[in-house]
């Protein structure tokens, strides 16, 4: 293995350690010791790639962003829905993609615990939703009571809860992306025209 390549997944190790921190213990309750012995590195490993826990913490966020766009990606190329539709394909792949990369749950968390920083996980996804939303509701698929706004934002809470689910459901309890897509269903019954 050469250099670079055992540099890069010692980065890859450090930022998934540091999401699994985050996503357990909050940015305020991850410390730089703390995510070295959970990647197994020394601190001087830790510190070469990153001089701060803000440099690691903005690193998993990154991660997660990239992660998300590939999901928009995905869900977007199925195309040929209808906006109602590939707006509950998004929740669904969003959940999905909550319940199995702690990268994107650690970036979830930094969201609350450092709400002034410019780069936000959800700023991929939630522009996405709205634009759904919207077409959604000019397609006169959505009831005339309900706005885009609204529809957008009863998305983004889905997509929240699975967050939440995912961390205080680790042991297995928590609901399934799965269930999640039946959670999806029924709140569609109340916003379709």
Known sequence: MTQQDRARRTRVALIRAAALEFDRDGYVGASMG???QTA????GALTFHFSSKSD???AVV???RSVIVSVLDDVGSSGGDAPLDHLG???VALARTLHDSVEVRGAARLEYDRPEHAVRWSSDWFPVMRHLAVAAC????VSAEMSADRVARLAALLVRAAEVERRIG?????????QFAGL???AVRGIRA
């Open 56 to 58: 690691v913490a903005d």
């Open 40 to 43: 197994g590195l020394s601190m």
């Open 34 to 36: 703390r995510i070295a």
């Open 62 to 64: 990154e991660h997660a």
């Open 184 to 186: 999806w269903d029924v």
């Open 89 to 91: 394909r998004l929740v």
């Open 138 to 141: 000019r397609s006169g698929e």
């Open 170 to 178: 680790a042991d297995g309890d928590g609901l399934t992306p799965q």
